[in-house]
């Protein structure tokens, strides 16, 4: 079955750094997502993308992060100066046709801000 | 507020019986659940949805269970094996829109006695 792929699968920064986690979404999704879970609690809606535009985006994406579709294959989020707070697994979610049918999530990236 | 629970944080089964995974949420207007499995070190996994407008759903032996006036999804797994051991967590999607926004519950961890 086709999957979503993220990578890296950890990554460990420096609060006040930039990073970019990486996300190749199944090839003939439409609809692209970021949900995050930090330790022990519930996973968390970040950011909507369709048709190379944000389509909705929670309180926690804030002007610190960013979502980009470089090349018609890759999807990124980039989160400008990290934070402690920001340590997290981050999920990576397509979707085929609409957003309301069935979300493919990828395997996640734990990001630890030190 | 709106909200999506679990009414319990662990459930351990026998090997071959059936497990029963409840959940309670307070959006009358969400429309659309899921429940999603996750296994240790992957992301949410896609076992079956159901929408308002049904009562129940069953899928390879997973069964979903919708009761909407009082607002409890259930999941049923019939001849619970090992390999059903994981996170299990429900989520809703009230979005009126095309795309997805899901609210997840805290999820609960399932555990399967040999």
């Known amino acids: 079955e086709p999957e979503v792929t993220q990578t890296p699968s950890h990554q460990v920064t420096q609060m006040g750094q930039e990073v970019i986690l990486r996300c190749v979404p199944i090839?003939?999704?439409?609809?692209f997502y970021w949900y995050r879970q930090i330790l022990g609690q519930k996973v968390e809606f970040l950011v909507s993308?369709?048709?190379?535009?944000?389509?909705?985006k929670s309180e926690i994406f804030d002007d610190q992060f960013s979502v980009e579709r470089p090349d018609g294959s890759n999807f990124t989020l980039k989160i400008r100066s990290t934070k402690l707070e920001d340590s997290a697994m981050y999920f990576c979610?397509?979707?085929?046709?609409?957003?309301?049918?069935?979300?493919?999530f990828g395997s996640g990236t734990q990001l630890s801000v030190l | 507020g709106e909200s999506v629970g679990l009414h319990l944080p662990t459930l351990s089964v026998q090997e071959g019986d059936n497990s029963i995974i409840n959940c309670a949420y307070s959006?009358?207007?969400?429309?659309?659940f899921i429940w999603y499995k996750q296994e240790s070190g992957k992301g949410p996994q896609f076992i079956i949805d159901?929408?308002?407008?049904?009562d129940k759903r069953q899928g390879q032996r997973v069964t979903v269970l919708l009761n909407k006036t009082v607002k409890h999804l259930s999941l049923q797994i019939a001849a619970t094996q090992p390999g059903d051991s994981a996170v299990y967590f429900c989520?809703?999607?009230?979005?009126?829109?095309?795309?997805?926004?899901?609210?997840f519950g805290k999820g609960i961890t399932l555990s399967v006695r040999p």
């Open positions: 979610a397509s979707s085929p046709r609409t957003g309301r049918e069935k979300l493919f």
């Open positions: 993308f369709y048709n190379n535009e944000i389509s909705e």
């Open positions: 989520a809703e999607d009230s979005q009126t829109g095309a795309n997805s926004k899901l609210t």
């Open positions: 959006n009358s207007a969400s429309d659309y």
């Open positions: 090839s003939n999704h439409l609809y």
């Open positions: 159901i929408r308002s407008n049904m």
